[in-house]
């Protein structure tokens, strides 16, 4: 076993026997991260000094018996996240000189769980963008074939999993942004149930969708560290206060009698045919581990992106406010006057995705507007959470294909902002209606990775990774390393 | 044309708590600048509010006491726009569903006639930071520290219909506000203030004229010069075939005008929408029921008691219950003197509200407690003292030299009662002054003042009075 092919779960096992030290795993990371892996842009700021010392920490706590399962395991945080000390761009130019004073909740979390940080993961700007090509500090590339893009816009971190550069890292999911890069880039990557994590020093792009998640190579390290992300948090209004089950523990239950629905929406038009066959495999899989089988129908999935376009970008161009050049960020040099400053400041710091958004969000919220776009928008929210609502009755969980293609080239969609947002379609509807969702590897598209979702009721979590876990002990597209990388 | 002025008033109350409305951010006014502003006031990336219990029980208390409805579901709202004070490039507000709709208020007019405001809606929002141009060259200093400060917007209908009307319902909120504790008032802070709206129309005519908003009225001789500068302003401008142009102004207290701050076509889209960062205010009968219980008696139900169980005027229980703190103290000094409280009215209204007002103070630092002014007044009804050597009593007290008995020991003050004292006085008096003693008994009756004025004055005032008239008169007509 090479460390950096590892899981979360092996490398705490051989922490625990003694094998390595925390020290010695994280030297291993550091090195890949500024070496062979640099070239995949994946990680933007390595905290190599504080990495060392906080695995010297976890060394020594391990010394004094007070070793938990995560102590001493390297991660990297998607750079959404504030690091108190720490460069927090959000991969834009906008906050390319901020330093965060304090830390995001689930930063807390993990530190307390004694997970090293290695650095802050490569992102599409402000979490804008589903191929990792809108960050400031350039596209990130897919480990499998670095002509492709990783998806987005947790990019960075799953490229960074994929490549060998840490065992596990977060990422934040609005629209399908821990799914999709997690399925492009051949890993594991969950979304738990809106209100599941706090929010509360993530960077808004749009609040109501926003859920932070783990991205790791199985559905036993995301278990994991969702029990240490997981919790009430009393600054995030919208987190809700409900105990966190141990997710790990609950793995290795069999899927006997568990009754996934499998959308027909999913598989019709704008569906690539070896994804499809993929997830026809996948299904199959599942068949022989005991899980039955119902066509179900979530009829409004083709209303979830055009909703989506209107509420994420509403909520963003509100969110985005707040980067004025006032007080901290980007500002323009020598303002004329207070609209010079706001205009070049802004103009200036965000890229075109980002102020394409802006725009949009501005102007779906303008007075006259508002009902036909703002409102018709929530009420068709409602409608696609009732479908689920309405599904779950007959079904434990819901299966289909992560993105409807694997990994497409650098800059072949960056022109076409529509088919760059279709990426998304299978994803989308999950985060309008506050649900879970999971990605897990499910074999090959011409060499690049294809993924399969499973969607599960609110709050059940245990249940998605469980029947990821199942997945996973009878398949092995998980244990895959691109050989670049391996 | 004849006009009607018609006014509707947007009063701003900070309410008094003790953190901010989405922070744990003091909300102590002075501090230095940007001393009081956390992470979440100065609109970090990545921070989320949350909300303050306590200035939703200060809003529902607010709306029970004008009789509004409470309700159960409210919804926080964002206002964009951008400006340097605002750090989120939003407030937020409420907006469609405020937690406070639908009461009023009887305000009392000069002429003692009474009057219905209806009130709107009150709905919780957080206050901006300040931009400081003095003492900054070439650069806009921006302040955080009230960034975030909770702040209750009370609407009034416009059923306002002239600047005297407005000031009283002004005060009327002012009052409230004060009686249930949810806001200082101070209104040099800033703590209170509120926006005009003015618009005339023919007398007769229901539908109202173009308004223009006066903004950032921080007293009430500012908002009744305001008013009728803009209602003169405005008839000036119609009757001369001129048309209201609807946009906001400023109040220039210096020069006594309003002039245009910005139109209508000048005017930010707000777009509101619901924020996102927070759930939707719930509140249940039960919790309204709490807080009902909790609330004090209120200016009009104390007015009708004053004037009940004391016997005082409508207009004297109505100057003391105009604000709670000097009602309380109204009924702890009648207590201390033994029920006196037509005195204790005077007494109130009179000699101790103007001695607050010389030096400035406050009722809550007062030097003279109640029970030292009624213990006072104890010794006037007891004939200890009269009334005019009470009013050297009192300033004793106030000068600090202790209660009423002892200023009276350590002055000897005490009256003289003693019959036989005041006749041998009177009989020097009357000894003294022969001639008058004469024109007196031919028929001048008034010389009894001056017989009155030297006996007072050989006693050096501490003679009763009464008794000394009783006297005289029996002696003088001999």
């Known amino acids: 076993m090479s460390i950096h092919t590892s899981t979360v779960a092996e490398l705490s096992t051989a922490l625990a026997r003694g094998d390595h030290s925390s020290r010695e795993l994280t030297e291993v990371f550091l090195e890949r991260i500024q070496g062979q892996g640099a070239a995949l842009n994946a990680v933007i700021t390595v905290t190599a000094e504080q990495a060392l010392a906080a695995a010297d920490a976890a060394d020594r706590s391990r010394a004094a018996g007070e070793a938990g399962p995560l102590t001493g395991v390297p991660m990297v945080h998607k750079d959404i996240f504030c690091t108190r000390g720490v460069r927090t761009s959000c991969g834009s130019r906008m906050l390319d000189n ?5 830390n995001a909740h689930v930063v807390d979390r993990l530190a307390a769980a004694g997970m090293v940080c290695m650095g802050k993961a490569n992102m599409d700007e402000f979490a804008m963008g589903s191929s990792n090509e809108t960050s400031f500090y350039g596209p990130v590339k897919n480990p499998w074939d670095t002509a492709a893009v990783p ?43 809106y209100g599941r994590v706090s929010r509360y020093g993530m960077i808004a792009f749009a609040s109501s969708l926003d859920q932070a998640g783990p991205m790791a190579r199985t559905a036993e390290d995301c278990a994991l560290l969702l029990e240490a992300m997981a919790g009430f948090d009393a600054r995030d209004s919208t987190c809700v206060e409900r105990d966190v089950p ?10 006997k009698g568990v009754t996934i629905g499998l959308p027909k929406e999913y598989f019709g038009e704008g569906l690539d045919p070896t994804v499809a066959s993929a997830i026809d495999a996948a299904i199959a899989e599942y068949r022989k581990l005991g899980a039955e089988f119902r066509e179900i129908s979530l009829a409004n999935t083709h209303l979830a992106v055009p909703a989506y376009y209107v509420i994420a970008p509403a909520e963003c161009s509100s969110n985005l406010s707040r980067f004025d050049g006032v007080r901290f960020g980007h500002r323009c040099d020598s303002p004329r006057d207070l609209e010079d400053l706001y205009k070049r400041s802004r103009g200036e710091g965000f890229g075109d995705e980002v102020q394409r958004r802006i725009m949009v969000g501005t102007y779906a919220l303008s007075a006259g507007y508002y009902d036909a776009y703002y409102l018709k928008a929530q009420q068709v ?15 434990d969980l819901i299966l289909g294909p992560t993105s409807p293609t694997a990994a497409f080239n650098i800059g072949e969609r960056s022109d076409d902002p529509v088919s760059m947002y279709l990426s998304d379609i299978y994803t989308i509807a999950v985060n309008l209606a506050g649900l879970p969702g999971i990605s897990v590897p499910a074999g090959f598209a011409d060499g690049r990775p294809v993924g399969l979702q499973l969607i599960g009721n609110y709050f059940d979590e245990a249940r998605l990774l469980n029947a990821a876990h199942a997945y996973q002990q009878v398949t092995d597209w998980h244990t895959r390393v691109p050989e670049a990388f391996a | 044309m004849e006009w009607e002025t018609v006014i509707g008033l947007e009063i701003h109350a900070q309410l008094a708590t003790r953190s901010k409305i989405f922070s744990g951010a003091s909300t102590a006014y002075g501090a230095e600048p940007n001393t009081q502003a956390c992470a979440v006031d100065l609109g970090l990336p990545g921070v989320l509010p949350v909300l303050n219990a306590e200035a939703v029980n200060m809003a529902i208390r607010f709306g029970l006491a004008t009789g509004c409805s409470i309700a159960p579901h409210s919804v926080f709202a964002r206002k964009n726009y951008f400006y340097p004070d605002l750090p989120k490039g939003y407030q937020i507000s409420q ?8 009461g009023e208020v009887i305000i009392e007019l000069d002429d003692g006639e009474t009057m219905r405001v209806g009130v709107t809606r009150a709905h919780l929002e957080e206050d901006a930071g300040k931009s400081l141009h003095e003492g900054f060259e070439g650069v806009t200093g921006i302040d955080l520290n009230r960034a975030g400060t909770p702040l209750l917007e009370i609407v009034s209908e416009p059923d306002l219909r ?13 009052s409230l506000v004060r009686y249930l504790e949810i806001c200082d008032g101070n209104m040099q802070e800033g703590s209170f203030r509120c926006d005009a709206n003015v618009s005339m129309r023919p007398k007769g005519q229901e539908k109202f004229g173009t308004r223009a908003e006066i903004k950032n009225l921080n007293s009430f001789r500012f908002v009744e010069k ?21 946009e906001t102004r400023l109040y220039d207290s210096v020069k006594g005008e309003t002039r245009s701050m910005r139109t209508k076509e000048e005017a930010n889209d707000y777009r509101y929408f619901p924020d996102p960062d927070l759930l939707p205010l719930e509140i249940t009968s039960e919790e309204v029921e709490q807080i009902r219980a909790t609330l004090p008696e209120l200016p009009d139900a104390k007015k009708e008691r004053f004037m009940a169980d004391y016997g005082l005027s409508a207009y004297d229980a109505g100057v003391l219950t105009a604000s709670r703190d000097q009602a309380d103290f109204f009924e702890a000094v009648v207590q201390a003197a033994d029920g006196e409280a037509k005195l204790a009215a005077n007494w109130v209204m009179g000699d101790f509200s103007g001695a607050l007002n010389r030096d400035g103070r406050e009722i809550g630092d007062s030097p003279v407690s109640p029970e030292m002014l009624g213990g006072m007044l104890k010794r006037i009804s007891d004939n200890t003292i009269s009334g005019k050597i009470a009013k050297d009593v009192f300033e004793a007290m106030w000068n600090g030299e202790g209660d009423a008995d002892a200023v009276i020991e350590a002055r000897g003050l005490k009256q003289v009662t003693d019959s036989g004292a005041i006749e041998a006085m009177i009989d020097e008096v009357i000894a003294a002054n022969p001639g008058q003693l004469e024109q007196y008994r031919a028929g001048k009756d008034k010389l009894l003042g001056f017989f009155v004025g030297q006996v007072m004055k050989a006693s050096k005032g501490k003679a009763n009075p009464a008794q000394v008239n009783e006297l005289l008169k029996k002696k003088l007509s001999g």
């Not at chain 1, 934040?172 to 890993?187: F, K, V």
């Not at chain 1, 929210?381 to 079904?395: C, M």
């Open chain 1, 151 to 193: 998806g987005g816009s947790s990019g960075g971190s799953a490229a960074a999993v994929s490549g060998g550069l840490a065992p596990a890292a977060t990422g934040t999911d609005t629209g399908g942004s821990i799914r999709q890069p997690a399925a492009l880039c051949g890993i594991t990557g969950l979304k738990p149930t």
């Open chain 1, 98 to 102: 901020f330093i965060s004073p304090y």
């Open chain 2, 95 to 102: 907006y469609e569903l405020p937690v406070v709709h639908e």
């Open chain 2, 226 to 246: 305001a008013i009728n500068y803009e209602i003169e302003r405005q008839i000036d401008l119609l009757e001369s075939g001129g048309t209201v142009v609807q």
């Open chain 1, 246 to 255: 141990r997710y790990s523990q609950a793995l290795g239950g069999d899927l």
């Open chain 2, 162 to 174: 002239s600047a005297k009307q407005a000031v009283a319902y002004m005060k009327k909120i002012h």
């Open chain 1, 381 to 395: 929210r409602r409608l696609i959470r009732d479908d689920f609502l309405q599904a779950f009755e007959d079904v």
